[in-house]
T-cell receptor, first 110, second 113 residues
């Protein structure tokens, strides 16, 4: 099994600022995905984080807005640039075998 | 791209009865269908999955059925207990680990005594 940790658990930021969300796995994970969940709604796949290369983004998500880094097989960072109230949601990382999700980072943009 | 429709938005069942959640998908390339449970304020917890090479899988009180022809899969929670109350999500993927999941909208299951 894999344990995924996310930092921070929650954050509140002002519109226009940027923030970073970290995902750390306790063992190597070949693929890692990032999802966005609005309150009590479904999860939307944002991107696939690839080790040592650019992330692959889904429609509606761009690398300028949500740059993702994956320097090694246990770590990934999602950045939310120029945060807007519409970005207020929960962000989850997950393992590539679809079994494990991080605890989520709840973001509120004022 | 893939679309997953989860047909029941809410389900209310009496303790001990079965709950059934139905999902349909559109992409014939999808071959992996997991289910997740999400309790209030928590992350997703994997509960069971099924791959396209089988049409039925059981894990304790959970049964998943897959009808590839109809592009439909379902989760059966048998002998429900109060702790089964949560939101359940179905999802689909081509199962090549390079593509993530497409989720249904979720079903809120409430088990009452």
């Amino acid at each position: 099994s894999v344990l995924l940790y996310q930092k921070p658990n929650r954050d509140i930021c002002q519109s226009g600022t940027s923030l970073k969300i970290q995902c750390v796995a306790d063992s190597q994970v070949v693929s890692m995905f990032w999802y966005q969940q609005f309150q009590e709604q479904s999860l939307m796949l944002m991107a696939t984080a690839n080790e040592g290369s650019e992330a692959t983004y889904e429609s509606g998500f761009t690398k300028d807005k949500f740059p993702i880094s994956r320097p090694n097989l246990t770590f990934s960072t999602l950045t939310v640039n120029n945060a807007r109230p519409g970005d207020s949601s929960i962000y989850f990382c997950s393992s590539g075998d679809f079994r494990y999700f991080g605890p989520g980072t709840r973001l509120t943009v004022l | 791209g893939e679309k997953v429709e989860q047909h029941e938005s809410t389900l209310s069942v009496r303790e001990g009865d079965s709950a059934v959640i139905n999902c349909t998908y559109t992409d014939t390339a999808s071959s992996y269908f997991p289910w997740y449970k999400q309790e209030a304020g928590k992350s997703l917890h994997f509960v069971i999955d099924i791959r396209s090479n089988v049409d039925r899988k059981q894990s304790q009180r959970l049964i998943v059925l897959l009808d590839k022809k109809a592009k439909r899969f379902s989760l059966h929670i048998t002998a429900t207990q109060p702790e089964d109350s949560a939101i359940y999500f179905c999802a689909a993927s081509p199962n090549n680990y390079a593509q993530g999941l497409t989720f249904g909208l979720g079903t809120r299951v409430s088990v009452f005594p």
